[in-house]
């Protein structure tokens, strides 16, 4: 099996798997009930003075019949006594010496009033300290949370105030509700952050009742925007975890948070350079015991493959994370049917016709044959196609060989290298009956 | 075998197939794949666009995908219920071609259109009086259907129906667990509120006034009586034909229909098996299917065939009828077999159901520009989707024979 043992920063896991702070680990009864059922660690709920919430507090977004595909919270941080938490870390990190235990810390922007959480959070016991510099809603509003983390200078300043008396490693949770977060990432790095996690979540209103013209989560008929996670910003947080981790200027360890829900999702953060995982709404919504299946669906994937360690995956897709300029012009690709596994359904007609580039010629039902095929000279080998397909390898994308030269635009752009022939029919859909 | 309760009775004549709960009926809908130039829809006899009704539904807007439904078919909530969708609509859905069980159409169409019809939403419009006027003979699926559309263009309508409740085979005839006289009659009922004049017990002996009287005529009188066997004994107590024994135990409380203790059903079309299984839910011990010819000879549809098979009724091939015996009342059903052999079933009620013959009462002139036909009567007897084609088409064609435009 795999070897997921996991050293981040200095903080050690027994696997990568780290509960994200949030409501599963509010209470010292879930993070030790999530620690049995084989978590390696937990980003304990955000700690500072403690606030009142309204009921109310979680929405929703559904895709078709599948639920909470994506999420969102107007919750504040933890509503328990610091005292209560503090204590709670404490009994944790003695029962579970082993498991990594890290206090999310939200207070003040005053140094001494930073120094002083500090402090007491590090005679828990604690390995770790991760600042919420990411919160979109409500703790926004009294000027922490995001709105720390908006701000490139406050950032750096609260980290240096941290770091004056941390005595263990010092995480800071990003907010991806910036134009560039590569700013704020060098930002906290400035400051002496020993590591990064990210994405916190993004602001958004879910939904709309269309009775009452509430927004959700109604509070009384009203509502305010809230923090958006889930399955649904996976794609949001890839990429801002590899876009943080590629940049020169930062350096340090990346945890991965946003939407994991399952090991492959798992896989592609640390194949962008996660160094941990935090999950939350997947845990939200099925519970602690999904993490038997991330382990082991990671762990039989790597075994396959060859990986040893985590080490041997991370970062290894990004060198092929390129700028669009840098991507090579000459490689042409092909959509194939396998007329074998086609159920006829024409969707891919359908979406080729209207949405893409007329690239599909219809035949006859009635002959019993073949009732689509791809008219090469049109097809520009874009996959939406092989996207819509509702059967798995029908439809594949196939790279057609030609004897020129890779070029990239940067290169073609500058008189460097050679394009090889396009089809005129890229751009002269011809329109007759047979589609 | 002690008679079945009240309660029992009630449970074997429930909905065969229970509607869809709203959460089922959205993931069916969202598993649906959207297909162009649908499989499904081609092979329905009146083209409902079944994509387009079921992403409706998955959108949350059954008003309007009952109205894609009753659009295309107005009948489109009995054909829920009693549609062979095996052998049309489902049996084309591409899933089939996945190793996959087809969309449940059926289902999800009756998800849609219970929901108007419980709330008696009325999702057409009479179209403005042309002063024009259509007499309808026969209030079933094919005459409402035209009766319908022919409203829809503003046509005065009458129809003539010589029962004494409108719907046809659909308030008269389908088998009991699929649909029940009041919902039928409750569908009927929307086509009449666009002010359909409806003449109940009326009984049209001659084309020829209404040829006269009305701007068109259409013809829906469906099928005639079932087919004697021309056997001895066919008129013995205890003999009957299967249609009159369905139409009773549709109109009456289940105890009042007379069931024998060992029924024998002679043919095995679909209406046989409504027969043999009907008679098996109303407390038959024995209920059994006797036919001339062998197992895949049977004209009814494989689905059916397996739903008498689960009901524990049972089957006799290649037993070809001869004579009922009995004195005065039925006793047995004497059969030869492929040998000459002969043999005698006991039993003690024959319901007989070897198809129903074409109506010989009403004469339909050929040729006259006026006349319209549809329905049972035209095609020789079919589904309930059928009339509802041949109507809708027919309403079409009068409304150009009477100087409208096409919808």
Request: one cysteine or more; hydrophobic letters at 40%; glycine letters at 10%.
């Amino acid at each position: 099996m795999a070897d997921l043992r996991t050293n981040f920063a200095g903080i050690e896991s027994p696997n990568p798997f780290w509960l994200a702070s949030g409501p599963p680990t509010n209470t010292y009864v879930q993070v030790a009930k999530a620690f049995d059922a084989g978590w390696g660690g937990a980003v304990w709920k955000t700690i500072g003075d403690p606030i009142i919430n309204v009921f109310s507090r979680y929405g929703s977004v559904d895709l078709g019949a599948t639920r909470m595909m994506g999420f969102n919270n107007i919750e504040l941080i933890s509503d328990r006594p610091i005292a209560d938490n503090l204590k709670e870390i404490a009994e944790v990190k003695r029962n579970y010496p082993k498991h990594a235990i890290i206090a999310s810390l939200m207070v003040e922007s005053k140094r001494e009033v930073w120094h002083d959480i500090v402090k007491r959070t590090q005679d828990t016991g604690a390995d770790g300290i991760e600042l919420n510099f990411g919160c979109p809603h409500g703790m926004s509003e009294r000027g922490m949370g995001s709105a720390v983390g908006q701000v490139p200078d406050y950032t750096c300043q609260i980290v240096e105030w941290v770091k004056e008396v941390a005595t263990i490693p010092v995480i800071v949770k990003l907010t991806p509700n910036v134009t560039d977060i590569t700013y704020i990432a060098r930002a906290a790095v400035k400051g002496g952050a020993d590591a990064l996690s990210l994405i916190n979540t993004i602001n958004s209103i879910v939904s709309v009742d269309l009775d009452t013209f509430a927004p959700a989560p109604s509070v009384g008929g009203k509502s305010s925007h809230g923090g958006y996670c889930g399955p649904a910003v996976k794609p949001i947080a890839l990429h801002l975890v590899s876009a943080v981790a590629k940049d020169p200027q930062v350096k340090v360890p990346v945890s991965g948070i946003g939407g994991i829900s399952t090991w492959r999702d798992a896989a592609e953060f640390v194949a962008l350079g996660a160094g941990s995982l935090q999950v939350c709404t997947a845990v939200m919504h099925y519970g602690f015991r999904i993490v038997e299946d991330l382990i082991d669906g990671l762990s039989n994937w790597m075994d396959e493959r060859g990986h040893r360690t985590l080490a041997d995956v991370r970062g290894r897709a990004l060198a092929n994370v390129a700028k669009w300029e840098e991507l090579d012009l000459n490689y042409h690709a092909l959509a194939r049917i396998d007329q074998d596994k086609c159920i006829k359904c024409e969707l891919c007609w359908t979406a080729c016709e209207d949405g893409a580039h007329q690239a599909i010629r219809r035949l006859p039902r009635d002959n019993g044959g073949p009732v689509v095929e791809i008219i090469e000279e049109a097809c520009v080998g874009c996959n939406l196609c092989a996207l819509v397909c509702p059967v798995q390898g029908c439809i594949t994308m196939e790279q057609v060989p030609n004897d020129f030269a890779s070029v990239t635009w940067k290169e073609y752009a500058a008189g460097k290298g050679k394009l090889a022939p396009r089809s005129e029919q890229f751009h002269t859909a011809t329109w007759s009956k047979s589609r | 075998m002690p008679e079945p309760s009240d309660a029992q009775l009630a449970e074997n004549f429930a909905d065969i197939a229970p509607a869809l709960t709203p959460d089922f009926a959205l993931l069916e809908a969202n598993t649906c794949l959207f297909c162009h130039d649908a499989p499904c829809t081609i092979a329905c006899p009146t083209h409902i666009d079944v994509p387009a009704f079921i992403k409706k539904i998955a959108t949350g807007n059954l008003r309007g995908s009952a109205r894609v439904i009753l659009e295309a078919n107005p009948f489109g909530h009995s054909c829920a219920r009693a549609c062979p969708v095996e052998v049309l609509c489902e049996g084309a859905c591409v899933l089939n071609d996945r190793d996959e069980q087809p969309i449940k159409i059926a289902l999800l169409q009756r998800h849609a259109t219970d929901h108007v019809l419980a709330r008696k939403l009325q999702l057409f419009e009479a179209g403005k009086p042309t002063g024009k006027k259509v007499a309808i003979v026969g209030a079933g699926p094919a005459g409402l259907s035209c009766a319908r559309d022919l409203r829809r263009s503003g046509h005065a309508v009458t129809v003539f129906e010589a029962k004494p409740q409108p719907g046809g085979l659909n308030t008269y005839g389908i088998a009991e667990y699929k649909l029940k006289a009041d919902v039928a009659l409750a569908e009927v009922q929307d086509i009449l509120d666009l002010g359909v004049e409806l003449k109940l017990g009326v009984t049209v002996e001659s084309l020829e006034p209404l040829l006269d009287e009305y701007d068109a005529v259409f013809v829906g009188v469906g099928l005639g009586k079932t087919k004697g066997l021309g056997i001895p004994g066919e008129d013995l107590e205890g003999v009957v034909d299967a249609l009159t024994f369905i139409e009773h135990l549709k109109t009456h409380p289940y105890r009042q229909t007379r069931v024998g203790k060992r029924v024998v059903v002679i043919g095995a079309g679909n209406t046989a098996i409504d027969a043999v299984t009907q008679a098996k839910r109303l407390g038959a011990e024995q209920s059994t299917i006797v036919y001339r010819r062998g197992e895949d000879d049977m004209p009814c549809y494989d689905y059916e065939y397996e739903l008498a098979k689960r009901d524990g009724c049972s089957f006799r091939f290649h037993a070809s009828p001869k004579r009922i015996v009995g004195n005065g009342r039925v006793e047995g059903l004497e059969v030869e077999r492929p040998d000459k052999s002969r043999e005698t079933i006991p039993c003690d009620m024959v319901i007989v159901a070897i198809g129903q013959g074409a109506r010989t009462d009403l004469a339909v002139p050929s040729g006259n520009p006026k006349l319209f036909v549809g329905g049972d009567c035209a095609n020789g007897g079919a589904e309930i989707v059928n009339a509802a084609a041949e109507g809708v088409a027919a309403a079409r064609k009068i409304h150009e024979l009477l100087g409208g435009n096409r919808r």
